[in-house]
């Protein structure tokens, strides 16, 4: 059973950057595609941004790309989501998502499908 728990949120001022983190336990974590997702109050989950097991490979959801970065350290087991130029409508909680890569790319398991395995989450607040 894949563990997974995110920390590194918190409260920023708008403009700002942050750096999450999602350290993973009880698999093979470098065969997992791992994934970023949000959900603000009232609203629908969001996909944020995908990465392959390998790192090579990485996408983002719409508007995400340019001020969020995925990437990964499979030696850490270990997958990381810099935020910059934080704005108040990136208020959420942020949740980190992996499973089993496969033949599959990371954006078809992580984005076109429901992982198997979640964190808790890690509330991100931005003050304007």
């Known amino acids: 059973q894949v563990q997974l728990v995110e920390s590194g949120g918190g409260l920023v001022q708008a403009g700002g950057s942050l750096r999450l983190s999602c350290a993973a336990s009880g698999g093979t974590f470098s065969t997992y595609a791992m994934g970023w997702f949000r959900q603000a109050p009232g609203k629908e989950r969001e996909f944020v941004a995908a990465?392959?097991?390998?790192?090579?490979?990485?996408y983002y959801g719409k508007s995400m790309k340019g001020r969020f970065t995925i990437s990964r350290d499979n030696a850490k087991n270990t997958v990381y989501l810099q935020v910059n130029s934080l704005r108040p409508e990136d208020t959420a909680v942020y949740y980190c998502?992996?499973?089993?890569?496969?033949?599959?790319?990371?954006?078809?398991?992580?984005?076109?499908?429901?992982?198997?395995?979640w964190g808790q989450g890690t509330q991100v607040t931005v003050s304007s």
């Open positions: 990465i392959s097991w390998s790192g090579g490979t990485t």
């Open positions: 998502a992996a499973d089993r890569q496969g033949t599959l790319t990371a954006y078809e398991i992580v984005a076109l499908t429901t992982p198997r395995y």
